[in-house]
């Protein structure tokens, strides 16, 4: 029998947020978030300007922080951008990549988001891998083609050893934002191949969090968070509602429960 993963929830705030809201969000998420089981982990993706803020209220709590994307360069001329290592100074875990919102409206590449997820790396944080197909893609069958070369690329870029400390995040486009969650069993397929596409990288791969975003919400969250394959999910819309994001949190711990019996 293969060993349970701990789940791990993120929260990705995109574009939103204003010092005064985030405050009351950032310290109803860390009183309530220290009631999670410890196998329960919890981080939320911020806007680059609110690094300070998270950094001095999530300090010491059982919430961490990362960014929404992060530059392929390390550091230079490269007007408007952020490198990974300045979100590493501001205490960030995590770095989302390649968010379906930055492949399609900054026209970012496969290979693109596989030179940002070794950036991330290299500044000491977790890069979250976005991956996931369009309506389109998937009506016309080639979800599981579109995901191997997203994911393929990034994996091609890495060593096994690298390849182990990133987190992957299944999204299919058209439940981005939609109200239209992927259903359990459609999640569950592709994570299955995912994970396989993990494990042909070698044996410490295999196990890398799998997380699933788009439109979850309280109300569908533990029955994908107790499929075999998914290990958590990121979080949009409803990680920006302290109940929501909550809530969800606990589902993850009662779908790890029911795994665990
Ligand atoms: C996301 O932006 O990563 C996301 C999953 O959004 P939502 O939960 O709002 O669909």
New binding site residues.
Partial sequence: MSKQRAKLVVG?W?MHGRLEANATLLQAIARRAAALPADVRVAVCVPFPYLAQVQSLLEGSRVAWGVQDVSANAQGAYTGEVAAEMAREFGASFAIVG?SERRAYHYESAELVAVKTQRALEAGLTPIVCVGETLEQREAGTTEQVVDVQLGEVLAKLSSEEAAQIVVAY?PVW???TGRSATAAQAQQVHAFLRAQLAAKGAAVADVPLLY????KPDNAEELFRQRDIDGG?????SLKEADFIAICEAAAAASAAQAS
């Avoid at 975003?213 to 979850?216: A, I, K, L, N, T």
């Avoid at 990121?234 to 409803?238: C, F, P, Q, T």
């Fill in positions: 990705n995109k968010h999204e439940a981005i934002g975003g788009g439109s979850v990121l979080i949009g819309g409803a």
